[in-house]
């Protein structure tokens, strides 16, 4: 297993245009997160799936952003209608969670990050 | 809601000096809280953690432990190095059985000059 892989690294598109981006979490791990940075900024939570099921959602995330994860491996978040605000690096990360029976505070382990600019 | 509160940078160290980066948090129970790492062009990469009071965690020659009387999480190294230079965030998450919850400071840019 090569850790989590996001796919592109670099997406430039116009404003207007959907985009969409990949996430291959590490494979015995039932947990995917989506995470947003920004220049300057730590990590912002966007949403997290729990195998397939999202459990829970960011007021970051707008109607415009939508994930799936439908079998719960690869996740993909889109984005619609991009604006130049929603530049920024988008960041996948994934762990093992409730369920797996590990117990404890296990840190994420993060993707390389697709960098999104929005023209 | 739970927040963690770092010192702002950027840092910049000569080699072999000795680093702190300041991280406090804000929290309702007990938290776990992290240390990350991200180099240039990487994604962030788990440095150190700590699920309880008075726990030390440590990594690499990097230590931080937790003070639940200060509410914090800071972070030393006796002796950097060049290719410590990165942006380190730290992070808590309110959920100990479940970690679901990661929540990242603002980060603090670390350069260190030979």
């Known amino acids: 297993d090569t850790g989590v892989s996001q796919d592109p690294r670099h997406k430039i598109t116009k404003r207007g245009q959907n985009v969409t981006f990949r996430c291959d979490p590490i494979?015995?791990?039932?947990?995917l997160y989506w995470y947003r940075q920004t220049l300057g900024q730590g990590p912002e939570f966007l949403t997290y799936?729990?195998?397939?099921?999202?459990?829970?959602k960011s007021r970051l995330l707008s109607d415009r952003f939508s994930a799936e994860r439908p079998k719960g491996s690869f996740s993909t978040l889109e984005i619609q209608r991009t604006e130049q605000g929603d530049s920024a690096m988008y960041l996948c990360?994934?762990?093992?969670?409730?369920?797996?029976?590990?117990?404890?505070?296990?840190?994420?382990?993060f993707g390389s990050g697709t960098r999104l600019t929005v023209v | 809601g739970d927040s963690v509160t770092q010192m702002e940078g950027p840092v910049t160290l000569s080699e072999e000096a000795f680093l702190t980066i300041n991280c406090t948090y804000t929290a309702t129970g007990y938290p776990s809280l992290f240390w990350y790492v991200q180099y240039p062009g990487e994604g962030l990469q788990l440095l150190l953690k700590?699920?309880?009071?008075?726990d030390k965690g440590s990594n690499k020659g990097f230590e931080a432990t937790y003070r639940k009387e200060t509410t914090s999480f800071h972070l030393e190294k006796g002796s950097v190095q060049v290719s410590d230079s990165a942006v380190y965030f730290c992070?808590?998450?309110?959920?100990?059985?479940?970690?679901?919850?990661?929540?990242f400071g603002a980060g603090t840019r670390l350069t260190v000059k030979p």
């Open positions: 990360a994934s762990s093992l969670g409730h369920g797996t029976g590990a117990l404890g505070a296990y840190g994420y382990t």
């Open positions: 494979s015995e791990h039932n947990r």
């Open positions: 992070a808590l998450s309110e959920s100990f059985w479940d970690n679901n919850d990661m929540r």
């Open positions: 799936f729990q195998n397939e099921a999202q459990l829970e």
């Open positions: 700590a699920t309880k009071a008075d």
